[in-house]
């Protein structure tokens, strides 16, 4: 909701962005600020916190296209436009109800005047500013004379464990103004969703609902594991003689004791085998672990070793794997 703060700060230089800077530039530049502002990273800097709240407040204005676009337009007022209203700017003109909002001539605490000048009526205007719905009523547009507002969202990221996210778990985080959050995680998150809170925003002002939080969860990536929708792939070594005579193979799981593989002759490095149940576990069902064969060429052998395997060889039956390849690569020329 479009405060005074609105005309006092320029959210934009906050950010250090420019006024027509995508989304995305956006959310890069408060990573980055956030990141180092952070007080997780500034213990008793009171002057790092007091940045980290600014940096906060206006990645939640302009993170939301709706608000963005009322600061925009609210700051256009009050950076050099003059509005003059329809006819005599008697009571209940547009000066009394900004006035009554942020402290101009129609309120009680005096300040900047503003009057206005606009094509269709107050409807339109307060319409197209606050949200596009008719002044006065409650279903949209601004609320304050229909009913109470909801509190603005509020955006947050954190950084999960790779088991953690897969699991799920009840996580505590702490706001910008240092108040602890709890916080369930469900399994199966993944990196780059986002959490709904609701409830959990900036209060209302006015006696209604409090904002919601939306918090983008980022995972670690894991040293053996890594998701592949609901499943988890995990590759695995084999030994050339495992991978040509057949093995039985132990597999790790994630979090629990290693299962056993049946490695069949002949198995090629990139075969997948795999193990039903055990990817990642949701209310929407569960993904399966998939285990990535690997062969593994010794990379030193012993001198009676090699002529061992050279002895194999030539036992092997006189033909070129790479026959069969090279034949489609000459028939496309």
């Known amino acids: 909701m479009a405060s005074q703060d609105w005309f006092d700060k320029d959210f934009y230089q906050v950010l250090g962005v420019s ?197 983008t969860v980022n995972v670690r990536k894991h040293p053996v594991f890594e998701r592949d929708g609901l499943n988890l792939r995990v590759t695995v070594p084999v030994t050339f003689a495992e991978a040509t005579l057949g093995a039985t193979i132990q597999v790790p799981t994630l979090g629990g004791e290693p299962v056993k593989l049946r490695v069949a002759p002949g198995t090629p490095s990139g075969r997948v085998l795999r193990v039903k149940g055990r990817g990642v576990e949701t209310k929407k069902g569960t993904g399966d672990l998939l285990a990535v064969v690997q062969v593994a060429v010794p990379s030193h052998l012993s001198k009676d070793a090699s002529e061992k395997l050279e002895e194999f060889a030539a036992l092997l039956p006189d033909e070129d794997p790479r026959e069969e390849l090279l034949a489609k690569a000459r028939s496309q020329r």
Do not use: W
Not at 63 to 79: C, N, Q
Not at 180 to 206: E, F, Y
């Open 19 to 215: 006024k027509d800077a995508s989304d995305g530039d956006i959310k890069k530049a408060y990573r980055k600020l956030a990141r180092k502002y952070h007080p997780d990273q500034n213990p008793g800097d009171a002057a790092a916190e007091a940045r980290f709240k600014e940096i906060s407040e206006a990645h939640s204005v302009l993170a939301d296209p709706e608000e963005r676009k009322e600061y925009d337009a609210i700051r256009a007022m009050g950076t050099g436009a003059r509005f003059t209203a329809p006819g005599a700017g008697g009571a209940g003109g547009f000066e009394d109800v900004f006035g009554g909002m942020f402290g101009g001539p129609g309120g009680a605490g005096g300040g900047t005047r503003y009057t206005f000048q606009q094509g269709g009526d107050y409807d339109d205007l307060l319409g197209g500013l606050f949200g596009g719905g008719r002044f006065g009523t409650p279903s949209g547009g601004y609320r304050g004379f229909g009913g109470p507002t909801k509190g603005r969202d509020v955006t947050a990221s954190t950084t999960l464990d790779f088991i953690t996210a897969t699991k799920g778990d009840q996580i505590t985080l702490q706001t910008a103004e240092g108040k602890p959050i709890t916080v369930r995680i469900p399994a199966g998150v993944a990196d780059g969703q986002k959490i709904k809170l609701p409830g959990k925003g900036h209060p209302s002002p006015d006696g209604g609902e409090s904002g919601d939080l939306i918090l």
